[in-house]
């Protein structure tokens, strides 16, 4: 299924050994923007007015200086698809460029998608949800794993599982971390809490830090479990557990272990018929593969 992960890496390095951007300069053309068209599969939608703005006067002054990386159009002999730098090639007609340097690769469908998710993981300005849904979608639609992610993007792998855990969270949490009235770190100390979207309100409404957030999900945790002798506090292992398999299955995870024995229950929660889909394809691979 094409090449590996690293190799693709490689086309989207902003920052190259001297050898490698040696290379990579040999294999630039220069080709006219109007035989160049955006990947209609784009993952990323909306472009900053403001950053184009500044883009374009840079490339005024200095010119591109990270290539594109082109493919043959599947659609037009003469023309060029867009696999990486959709917004160097915007920012350069504002800058009434006529050509732009480019690297044209031998890619598949796949390899374009994946690509291009890879590329929007790397910008600056990626908030802490765009960036955990573009590794559940290396995850999901490729196969990768977090230690495979880990090592070719170089992000710690707990780096990589903590963000996936914000996806566990409520849609309206969510909303407000891409809105930037909740941080990261906000957003982790709510994954294990009971009402997280009652604590989200209460964190922006009064201007908590993050340590102070943390200390409140807290103290909500431990508050009911203080009234219900039949209701002991989970131990760190046991929600350790609990996020990382949130984390790889991408919903919320609970576990209830009885004291004192090896039995207990651990109960999944979806939010749509469409996770549900997912969650029982996933088990069916996993039982037919047990059965070879």
């Known amino acids: 299924m094409g090449r590996g992960l690293s190799a693709l890496m490689a086309d989207v390095d902003t920052v190259a050994p001297q050898a490698s951007a040696d290379a990579a300069r040999k294999a630039e053309t220069f080709i006219s923007v109007d035989r160049i068209t955006p990947n209609p599969d784009q993952p990323r939608r909306t472009f900053s007015e403001g950053a184009l703005a500044d883009l374009a006067n840079s490339i005024r002054e200095k010119g591109v200086i990270q290539p594109l990386i082109l493919r043959r159009n599947p659609n037009d002999p003469n023309g060029y698809e867009i696999v990486a730098g959709e917004r160097r090639w915007r920012a350069a007609q504002r800058a009434q460029l006529h050509e732009v340097p480019a690297i044209v690769r031998e890619l598949d469908d796949t390899e374009v998608l994946e690509l291009a998710i890879i590329e929007n993981i790397q910008r600056a300005d990626l908030n802490s949800i765009e960036?955990?849904?573009?590794?559940?979608?290396?995850?999901?639609?490729?196969?990768h794993t977090q230690e495979k992610l880990s090592e070719a993007l170089?992000?710690?792998?707990?780096?990589?599982?903590?963000?996936?855990?914000?996806?566990?969270?409520?849609?309206?949490?969510?909303?407000?971390?891409?809105?930037?009235?909740?941080?990261?770190?906000?957003?982790?100390?709510?994954?294990?809490?009971?009402?997280?979207?009652?604590?989200?309100?209460?964190?922006?409404r009064q201007g908590l830090s993050v340590?102070?957030?943390?200390?409140?999900?807290?103290?909500?945790?431990?508050?009911?479990?203080?009234?219900?002798?039949?209701?002991?506090?989970?131990?760190?292992?046991?929600?350790?557990?609990e996020k990382d398999l949130a984390?790889?299955?991408?919903?919320?995870?609970?576990?209830?272990?009885?004291?004192?024995?090896?039995?207990?229950?651990?109960?999944?929660?979806?939010?749509?018929?469409?996770?549900?889909?997912?969650?029982?394809?996933?088990?069916?691979?996993?039982?037919?593969?047990?059965?070879?």
């Open 131 to 143: 960036e955990a849904a573009g590794y559940r979608q290396l995850m999901d639609r490729f196969g």
């Open 154 to 204: 170089g992000k710690s792998r707990s780096h990589i599982a903590n963000l996936l855990r914000l996806l566990t969270l409520p849609e309206r949490v969510i909303e407000h971390v891409r809105n930037g009235d909740l941080s990261a770190g906000h957003a982790r100390a709510l994954v294990t809490a009971d009402d997280p979207e009652g604590l989200a309100a209460q964190i922006i």
């Open 211 to 241: 340590r102070q957030a943390e200390a409140l999900a807290k103290k909500k945790a431990v508050a009911p479990a203080s009234q219900n002798n039949d209701a002991p506090i989970k131990d760190a292992d046991t929600r350790a557990l």
């Open 247 to 292: 984390a790889a299955l991408g919903m919320s995870v609970a576990i209830s272990h009885v004291p004192g024995s090896e039995s207990g229950a651990m109960t999944l929660k979806y939010k749509d018929l469409d996770q549900l889909d997912e969650l029982c394809r996933r088990l069916s691979v996993t039982a037919n593969a047990g059965k070879v």
